[in-house]
């Protein structure tokens, strides 16, 4: 199995913060990889796929990057609606798997 | 606009099998991948398998000896069975449904671009 290991587990920003989150992977997944905001109680929600493809309707303030085994997501100007767990995803083989999650908190 | 909706047992006794039922609306399960994750309490996202519409099936081998996916395209859904489940399955279990886009070189690009909100299944005598 790919392992995917996300840092830190959880941070705090103020608002108008720039906020990046780095997810490795175990061995090389080329740009096969994705980001998921996840806020309680609801489904999570696409927000990059393909390293750094902008998922439609995602706010543009986010935006990954990288390949092989290191990806970064990045949210430009924090907004309180971004309280949030996120999480990466290999799509390159199976099984699935995900990052062990990230809660961003608002300060 | 394609949504999705998870059905089942919310309570499940140890040793039997959990059941769900996840129900397209608004667009068609043909020509897609259908997964099933589940997120125990405080912990993170598990990717369980997924479904193709054709009902081929890829399991995560932790969970594989007990898990079928299966897909029913003329009532347009999908379903999990988890059977001789313990404590250890309690948690929120979620649909998804798998996009895929071409790149160059032959490289498919997967992602879950459409969730269910998910339901909470516990598992407990």
């Known amino acids: 199995d790919v392992q995917m290991t996300q840092s830190p587990s959880s941070l705090s920003a103020s608002v108008g913060d720039r906020v990046t989150i780095t997810c490795r992977a175990s061995?090389?997944?080329?740009?096969?990889l994705n980001w998921y905001q996840h806020k309680p109680g609801k489904g999570p929600k696409l927000l990059i796929y393909?390293?750094?493809s902008l998922q439609s309707g995602a706010p543009s303030r986010f935006s990954g990057s990288g390949y092989g085994t290191e990806f970064i997501l990045t949210i430009d100007n924090l907004q309180p609606e971004d309280l949030a767990t996120y999480y990466c995803?290999?799509?390159?083989?199976?099984?699935?798997?995900f990052g062990q999650g990230t809660k961003v908190e608002i300060k | 606009q394609v949504q999705l909706q998870e059905s089942g047992p919310g309570l499940v006794k140890p040793s039997e099998t959990l059941s769900l039922t996840c129900s397209v609306s608004?667009?068609?399960?043909?020509?897609?991948?259908w997964s099933w994750i589940r997120q125990p309490p405080g912990k993170g996202l598990e990717w369980i398998g997924n479904?193709?519409?054709?009902?081929?099936?890829n399991y995560n081998p932790s969970l594989k000896s007990r898990v079928t996916i299966s897909v029913d395209t003329s009532k347009n859904q999908f379903s999990l069975a988890l059977n001789s489940v313990t404590a250890a399955d309690t948690a929120v279990y979620y649909c998804?449904?798998?996009?895929?886009?071409?790149?160059?070189?032959?490289?498919?690009?997967?992602?879950?671009?459409?969730w269910g909100t998910g339901t909470t299944v516990t598992v407990s005598s």
């Open positions: 393909a390293a750094s």
């Open positions: 061995q090389n997944i080329g740009s096969i």
């Open positions: 995803q290999q799509c390159y083989s199976f099984p699935r798997t």
């Open positions: 608004g667009g068609s399960i043909r020509n897609y991948d």
């Open positions: 998804a449904r798998q996009e895929v886009m071409y790149g160059d070189y032959e490289t498919y690009y997967y992602y879950l671009d459409v």
């Open positions: 479904v193709h519409y054709s009902g081929s099936t």
